[in-house]
């Protein structure tokens, strides 16, 4: 049974393994002080071009979240984000837990775009009897695998700096939606558009670790505070600055990223090609093909992955997810049972 | 200019302030433990049919609402509500400032219904990624002036003890719902439909205070801690104590309650007459007419009262309230004006 | 039996009552937002010679605490305080609630020097395994009766705008401390030398009711929000503004205060004239007499005050208030009382 | 420059690593239900004898800390710790930013007895104006090295049972004290005198890992919400579950804290026949020897340590930590310098 249910069903890529053996006994200072995240930190820095970003490593991107947002607001102050974003579906009430209502806009592709924001600002004007927008959220890709266009980016870039507003962009698959064949956004663009952001590694190769970039450093004061007060400061912060130097120091991250977007349109393009059609088009390393009960039923026999929602009596979207680590092998096998269930 | 704007525009009733009067000399243990509390809280007891109910005083709705809720539910539980609910609408946040989740349904009378939950319950399944909803929050009347049948509560609260959901009312207006034409519902009988509810003062003649009532005394376990942690204990409970005394010694609540509706339901009955619909039906003190913007215009000239919201170019819903201080020349005076800018 | 057991036993003062009567059918907007509370504001400001604060008015003294430190601080900053400071010792953990360490000083007079808290700095620098110290917190007068001297307080403030620390003054008690015989700070000093403070209504003559001045408005951004996110706004705001208008239209809140304060003298001069000791020098409306077991024993048996702590196996400290309330035949009857059991 | 300022200057023991790579390109599901994972925890309760404990991997002790207290407690109750308790003081508030009082208790031996509670819940029984305390907080072995025994542990474990307190132990360094010379518990003990425990793989050979036991399953109700909302749940939890297999497959981690702790007692053994003594009687892998200050300078020119505090003029306390990567010939040559300095 081989899983398309997630990014994260293997360890790491093994080039992040071997140097964790290889320095292993080196002695190094505790709490991220250590010479391998001051050296990661250095080469993101430049990737993104902002000599000036402060940047931490964490363990996870619900850490990330809930520590970066209730680092940046006061207590009234709220998240606007899409009805899929990761803090409101998926995040157990992690935002919340820090006393930030999230107000939600109901999207057909988990994007954002100042409209509604703008909406947003107008339903909550009636001050002090509710929230005060304060915060943006965004992902890239999205939850549901669509990415940001350069020029969607800078007009929701710019509508918040109008509106006072943080846009703060989620990077769990920053990778896969930079690698993406329809992307037109750098690392540094990001960088650029939004106050702060963070790298997802986690969910592309790394054994755990989200890389947060502050873009103005006065938006990072006492940062290392809270992350302490979250108990988000390993002791061995070696191991976090160890990965993203992997990663980043011959742009590992992103042929890993590649590699998994084109395992994904390899299997979407034999769905397209079977007639199914999808919930939102296909471009990164998730995908969401509308497939007969029938078929997905054939298909979970042999492979593992997620059921979405059922569209009617007859059709069911799915998930479909690959990674850093799917084999090709394994996608070829996959498209084959296709071929032959639907057939 | 006279005010239709809101039930809270004047003091106190007469007799409550006579009362204050007459007691003020008179030394009295503080917190809450008052000679006049204690007397309140045994009328209370007794009107509820429930001599095991816990009763607290406190100050104002929203102080309620938060301390109810945070008392009863642990870091990942959240909250189900109408989205027009007080919590969610006119609250500052004030739930989630306490870490919960409030989970809102659309509705187009501000009532919840078990089907209602049912899908909430059902979108909140993927364990341990969401929220676990546990408590219902409902209003009667409602924030747009509707009421609860017996029918409605008794199925709610059946669906509720099913599905181990606390059944929380809000009765910031009670006693405008239980004295509405259409009631059939009693105090009592929100006693026993729900776990924990509370009586709106402050709405209703008081100065200030609610008063807030657990069904089931272990509920209520350390409950005083909560109030004093929370801000809402009064070093002068007196002030509360003596208020809902007088309001439930001879029933004064109720007939307080009941005028404001009559004078509401006068204002309601010309609209008809005069040819407009409503957002809602009016029952209660509080009415929603669709009315030209041109009328709008012109009674805000001599009256105040809220714009809700816009229906299209011409018309818009606008929300008018009456109270047990409403005098009926005033509603008179007001039907007059409104015949003439509509003739 | 008599009651010295505290300043809230009784109602509130008469004019008081008076006014809320005289204004009761007068129609107001509500939330802070009506002429009463415009005027009481504006005359604030006047006595504290200070245009530009921020003045808010809210039900009482735990309620005032946590909404300011909790607007004032972030998430990972702390508050220096006495032990015997009312938000560590009163407040049921109310500050922690909001998520603050409070960091305490063992004091013999309840009061805060800047070497304090300079020992206090130096124990927290060990970033960021540990809060940041960031807001000193002081009552005036102490929860042990003592006050602040003009020279401790202007120390005290250097030095916490040298430390970039807030200075924030809990006045529950704040008109008896500026009405003692060897007090010399004036109410313009208090605004002066602190960034925040509060004015107490509820332990001297009114229902309830505090004063909060923000000196500096920029610390009083969106507090509005505040209020109503912790339940503070109280819907009918008028109460509060009502009766700080009666209190300081004239200066009845200093002439209650001394009132208080001479009650407690008189009492304080006979027992010392028995040859007892106290606690802390008696100089405001609590004192706390060093008694005789058998004597506090029979004292009790007419009248009600608080055993403070043993001091050994026959002496005990008791804490005895005095208010605006007090009546000076009861103050004499209690000296004769006292004079009969100790002969 | 080597270095005994931590335990955890190193990576991870061999052996875990290798089991890293070996198993990295299995897939696994994710968020802690790996197989890994389930064989490890079934081992551990056979370790602790238990087959009914609910056990949770985490990163890192200040995030178990935070989670299980807030998890345990209700609002307004506190938790019980000695002053030098990790909670108190290295944690940059976690617990209190979770909304709870840490009630701190002097000690000399950084151990907590049933007086010392007592004391404390006669101190807060002025309800509702005080905290509860609910919580038992105690570290085996304790931030300044010492261990509890048996009979401490059972007099500790029946008070909290006779007063209602939960009792939790932090084992950062549980290896440390249950493999101490005088050591007279074994991990069965601790499960059985402890509401819940943890037993930390960070500072004894891990990358990161501590592993949390409640004893009684009912104290971990919904605990994986609680994992989720605090940021706590790995995707890739194999990473944790991997390491604890590893661990406790053949008691690795004894072997590991035992050699900790002779590296350490061999320099106790050297300092002693200096002629120093100890802040506390040295028995774990921390030990605080009293150094004259000259000699602590000439050592930090080849070593790193913590400088602990000064006693006198002359004299300070320092830390010296060893692990399970501590070499023996860098401890000899230590105790060959600490030799040439002093004499």
Redesign the interface.
Known sequence: M??F??D?????H?KI?RK??E????????YGEDDYSVEAKGILRQKIQNPDAAIYFV?????????VI??LL???E?IISAKTGHIY??????I???????ITVETEDGKLKPDDIENILQTYSH??????PKLVYISNSTEIGTIYTKSEMERLSNYCKSNDLYLFLDGARLGQALTAKNNDLTLSDISHYTDVFYIGG??NGA??GEAIIFNRIHHAT?F?????????????G??LGIQFLELFRDDLYFSLAKHGNEMAMKIAYAIEAQGYSFLTPPHTNQIFPILPKAVIRELLRQYDFYEWKAVDEQYAVVRIITSW?TEENKVDAFIDSLKGVTS
């Open positions: 081989y899983s249910k997630n994260y069903a293997e360890g790491a093994p393994l964790l053996v320095t292993n006994s080196v002695q190094q200072v505790g363990s996870g991107g619900t850490q990330t979240n809930l520590i209730s680092s006061r207590p009234h709220a579906a998926n995040e157990a009430g992690a919340e837990a820090t006393g930030h209502r999230i001050r002090p009897h509710v929230v005060k986690t969910k054994l755990l006492d290392d505070y809270m992350l302490k007060q979250k108990g988000a400061l390993l002791a061995k070696r191991l680590a």
